[in-house]
């Protein structure tokens, strides 16, 4: 609905131009530590979660789902480091006056990670190990989901440069040098 807003809203004026961008799963934290996810109230997405336990704020991570079909039976999502999706932003601007008057751009890493890999790694980076439960899947919930970014590869230039491995190492920096979030 916002998309066709904001379509609508170039289409009375011809000086004006939109580029939208759709997120996949922004994740992470900046790698110097001092800016990372603290969600209020319920995280939107599973590495939040995950960086709690680590940390001790939670005592165990719910799965949703062990039958999906998916190289772990976990589901699978594209996740994008907050600094790529940071430097996507810059390079649509940089690149706006190139651009059609509405175009939307996918912005991910056009790969997708299982809960369990996800766990995984950053169990890899935090050397913590995580505990957690299964529970039963959520109705609706797709087994693998992942970006076409290629738009975005070819019409601003931009490409992520960060993996899983790095998301995971960043946002462990970030947690374990914050346990307790942003204290205010």
Request: glycine share 6%.
């Amino acid at each position: 609905m916002i998309e066709n807003i904001i379509h609508d809203w170039i289409k009375v004026d011809s000086k004006r131009n939109a580029t939208i961008l759709r997120y996949f799963n922004p994740v992470g934290a900046h790698e110097s530590g001092q800016i990372g996810e603290e969600p209020n109230g319920t995280p939107n997405n599973l590495l939040p979660y995950i960086a709690q336990v680590a940390v001790g704020r939670r005592e165990f991570l719910n799965i949703f789902g062990k039958n999906y079909e998916t190289v772990d039976g976990t589901g699978a999502r594209d996740y994008i480091h907050v600094v790529d999706l940071a430097l996507a932003h810059i390079n649509a601007l940089d690149c706006q006056k190139q651009l059609a008057e509405f175009e939307i751009l996918n912005i991910g890493n056009e790969k997708a990670t299982t809960v369990l890999q996800l766990i995984n790694a950053f169990e890899c980076a935090s050397e913590v190990s995580i505990k957690s439960h299964y529970l039963p899947r959520r109705r609706g919930d797709l087994a693998i989901f992942w970006a076409d970014s290629s738009k975005a590869f070819d019409l601003i230039n931009w490409q992520p440069n960060r993996s899983i491995a790095d998301i995971c190492q960043d946002t462990w920096f970030w947690q374990k040098n914050n346990p307790n979030g942003y204290d205010l």
